[in-house]
């Protein structure tokens, strides 16, 4: 009775667990859903912002705005790596953190590397790494707004103009859909014209009003802090997608071994129910004899 009692119990503990993780799949569901919207509005925004900044930015290394655009030899690095707070997601935070570690022993191997961290998780593996973890971002996702994510945007760009870091990259999930999130390795900074194969889409003539320096001052900031926006909600909804696949496999797996623990524990009974049937009347037996 005692292996008996403890299949109970394990099939009690699982049929809780199956239920938590029913609950997280419905609420990231939820949440998938209003990410969904947010990068699926933003993304068409961005792309053409960007389209329209490389544009722009062909003749103006010497405006003011050209120093986003400076070219230094690159010694010094910062990856900005987008994973997020919790876990519970699958690989998603597993695959930034191999990324940035191949960054590390791959193109990078030889340079001098920062990581600016968006996410805990991220955070707290790459410094157990020993890796030089500038800053962690937590509370941005608690909080999340362009102005925000913005003001971050403009720390780094303000360091890559004092001349803080050569060149900064961005690594992030790209959400394709639900289950299916796309590793991202983005330069940041410096600016780089576009290499679209269709040369007229880089010789347009735009019409200026009031004038192309004023537009360029105004339009490669904003450009920059849109980009780096895009890639945290590119994650965010990356990370609701792997939380809700991820929880959908837990509740299935959890549901077939509540089943099989189940099956186990009525055979288990029922022969336990037979044996003692069969010693009384083994007993009845040996009393009329």
Do not use: W
């Not at 003011?64 to 994973?83: D, F, H, I, Q, W």
């Not at 780094?156 to 790209?174: H, I, P, R, S, T």
């Not at 360029?216 to 997608?241: C, N, R, W």
């Amino acid at each position: 009775m005692a292996n008996l009692k403890e299949t109970r119990n394990r099939i009690t503990s699982i049929r809780s667990t199956m239920q938590i993780t029913s609950a997280m799949k419905m609420v990231s569901a939820a949440k998938l859903k209003k990410a969904t919207d947010a990068i699926t509005q933003m993304r068409p925004y961005a792309e053409k912002l960007q389209e329209i900044l490389e544009n722009l930015t062909s003749g103006t290394e010497e405006s003011s705005e050209g120093m986003y655009s400076v070219v230094r030899p690159e010694e010094k690095v910062l990856v900005v790596a987008v994973t997020s707070n919790r876990g519970l997601c699958g690989g998603f935070n597993s695959a930034i953190t191999k990324k940035c570690l191949s960054i590390v022993t791959g193109e990078y191997a030889d340079k001098n590397l920062s990581f600016l961290c968006v996410g805990k998780k991220g955070g707290e593996f790459l410094a157990n790494k020993g890796l030089n973890v500038v800053r962690t971002e937590i509370e941005i996702f608690n909080d999340m707004s362009f102005e925000n994510v913005a003001n971050i945007a403009e720390v780094v760009m303000a360091e890559f103009v004092e001349g803080q870091y050569d060149k900064v990259v961005l690594v992030y999930n790209q959400f394709r859909n639900a289950a299916v999130q796309d590793v991202q390795n983005e330069q940041f900074l410096p600016l780089v014209a576009g290499e679209s194969e269709d040369l007229s889409s880089n010789s347009i003539d735009y019409i200026y009003e009031p004038n192309k320096e004023d537009i360029v001052t105004e339009l490669v900031p904003k450009s920059l802090k849109t980009q780096f926006y895009k890639a945290i909600l590119d994650s965010i909804a990356g990370e609701h997608g792997a939380r809700m696949t991820a929880m959908h496999k837990a509740t299935d797996n959890a549901k077939d071994l509540a089943d099989k623990l189940t099956l186990q524990y009525n055979k288990a009974r029922q022969a336990a129910i037979t044996t003692e049937i069969l010693e009384i009347v083994g007993g009845a037996e040996a009393l009329n004899g």
